[in-house]
């Protein structure tokens, strides 16, 4: 088996197509905060899972995306909506997965770099997440929900029994 790699991509911010402007995007990191923990007849530690932590979406666009910066500052945590489209192929095969990754956020940080004629624009953004999806060929894998106490991870959502115990479900 050969590796499948990015062939190419779109990213959209509120819907609006940033094609031939986004020019890199560093996809949100799944990490899960870890708590070391050892206890009387442990030979040895374990990690205990306390949930996710934050993720972020940065990007790097060519120029100067205005209709980011008239959104920074927003009041709630999921302000707005960006959607990365990635066309994924197969080195073995040559069969291409569309890769969507839906977030919502705000942006924390508006880069617009150094002013300097003759060089190009660059802006980067730090956008905080409160909510991801990663969709593979129309199929959800990941759905994280930080505001409605929702984690699904392949069709098993892993927070419904703590909704159910608190009176949320």
């Given at each position: 088996m050969l590796p499948?790699?990015?062939?190419?991509?779109?990213?959209?911010n509120d819907g609006e197509s940033l094609f031939g402007v986004a020019e890199?995007?560093?996809?949100p990191k799944l990490s899960r905060q870890m708590e070391e923990y050892q206890a009387a007849g442990m030979p040895g530690p374990i990690d205990i899972d306390m949930?996710?932590?934050k993720m972020v979406l940065e990007w790097t666009s060519a120029g100067l995306v205005f209709s980011a910066i008239k959104q920074y500052g927003a009041k709630k945590p999921d302000a707005l909506m960006l959607r990365?489209?990635?066309?994924?192929?197969?080195?073995d095969t040559g069969d291409t997965h569309a890769v969507e990754i839906v977030v919502r956020g705000r942006h924390k940080e508006i880069d617009m770099g150094t002013a300097k004629v003759k060089d190009p624009t660059k802006t980067k953004i730090t956008t905080t997440?409160?909510?991801?999806k990663l969709i593979?060929?129309?199929e959800v894998l990941i759905e994280y929900?930080?505001?409605?106490?929702?984690?699904v991870v392949n069709g098993t959502d892993?927070?419904?029994d703590q909704r159910k115990a608190i009176g949320l479900a």
């Open positions: 499948t790699n990015l062939k190419n991509f779109n990213l959209y890199e995007v560093v996809l949930g996710n932590e990365f489209s990635g066309a994924y192929q197969r080195e997440l409160a909510y991801y593979v060929d129309g929900d930080a505001l409605a106490m929702i984690f892993l927070l419904e």
